[in-house]
């Protein structure tokens, strides 16, 4: 009787080793990654500027014009009438507007 009470002492202990490792490996594959993809958009969405290109979720390209908190202004195609107002977490990708004077010097580089 007591070997087989020392036994399952070892398969618990090597149970709870076991899951550790799987609680680990479901972290830093799937929790983690998705943490940081977070956060990277909420820094993308907080700083949304006038003038920046952006791709909204549902596939529209556009400009914002104007930033009011947590909704922005988003002009659409050559229409100047199609100014929609939209939710910052509509935005999912940001392409930066340059400044004139950067423009003309990478034209004095060439």
Known sequence: MAYLSQTS???NAFFIIYMVVIIAVFY???IRPQRKQQKEM??????????D???TSSGFYG???DVMGDTVIVEFGNNKNCRIPMQKSAIVQVERAQD???E???QEDK
């Open 42 to 51: 909420s820094a993308l969405q907080s700083s949304l500027k006038a003038g």
């Open 104 to 106: 003309t010097d990478e």
């Open 63 to 65: 400009v914002v014009l």
């Open 9 to 11: 002492g070892g398969g």
């Open 53 to 55: 290109s952006v791709l």
């Open 100 to 102: 004139p004077s950067a």
């Open 28 to 30: 830093f594959l799937l």
